[in-house]
């Protein structure tokens, strides 16, 4: 089955705990991304990756980092999680990143909420 | 900048019940324009989307107009039901990057 999976779907940890949470998709698809979703403020994209070894910054990097070692996973790390990331998470992909009039349908993970006390 | 301004929910419905939820844009060039829908626990899915003005996109029932001269994507269904309950997402993308409105609740009620 074409999906996207993401790990752990819950989580909970205390402040300055390094975490990891993972992202894995089996279509071989290029692109890929991280949004958090807050309430009133919708999806807001954190990091993107274009391709292997390609990432770059979205609208709300600050505070976590990302890295594209393989074409199907994404991790998404925060070396010292503060409160204010407290969210739900979540990871996305798409075939290649597209371009102007060219979309490529994104594919949603499950999600993963993460509360940092 | 892109941005998208949808209307604030939470909104609550009979079943059979017209639902509209409006959505206006603002953004350079010509934009895609997206519903996204999600429900309770899942991730988000794609429920329609226009690559053009005056595109209609549509499923399940579901129908949105892409109209450049009010920059607005507004969802309707004629006929609800509560299996449609969930939270509603427009969104555009006009490269390869999505910026998404806050999101509407909608609750159908049997």
């Known amino acids: 089955e074409a999906q996207v999976t993401q790990n752990p779907r819950y989580l909970i940890t205390v402040t300055g705990k390094k975490l990891t949470v993972t992202c894995s998709q089996n279509m071989n698809h290029e692109y890929m991304s991280w949004y958090r979703q807050d309430p009133g403020l919708g999806l807001r994209q954190i990091y993107y990756s274009m391709n292997v070894e390609v990432t770059d910054k979205g609208d709300v990097p600050e505070g976590y980092k990302v890295s594209r070692k393989e074409k199907r996973n994404f991790p998404l790390i925060l070396e010292s999680p503060s409160p204010n990331q407290t969210s739900l998470y979540f990871c996305?992909?798409?075939?290649?990143?597209?371009?102007?009039?060219?979309?490529?349908?994104?594919?949603f993970g499950p999600g993963t909420r993460l509360t940092v006390l | 900048g892109n941005s998208v301004t949808q209307m604030e929910g939470p909104v609550t419905l009979s079943e059979e019940a017209f639902l509209t939820i409006n959505c206006t844009y603002t953004a350079t060039g010509y934009p895609s324009l997206f519903w996204y829908v999600q429900y309770p626990g899942e991730g988000l899915q794609l429920l329609l989307k226009?690559?053009?003005?005056?595109d209609k996109g549509s499923n399940k029932g579901f129908e949105a107009t892409y109209r450049k001269e009010t920059t607005s994507f507004h969802l309707e269904k004629g006929s609800v039901q509560v299996s449609d309950s969930a939270v509603y997402f427009c969104a555009l993308s006009n490269d390869y990057k999505l910026s998404f409105g806050a999101g509407t609740t909608v609750t159908v009620r049997a």
């Open positions: 226009a690559t053009k003005a005056d």
């Open positions: 996305a992909s798409s075939l290649s990143p597209g371009g102007i009039g060219v979309y490529n349908e994104q594919f």
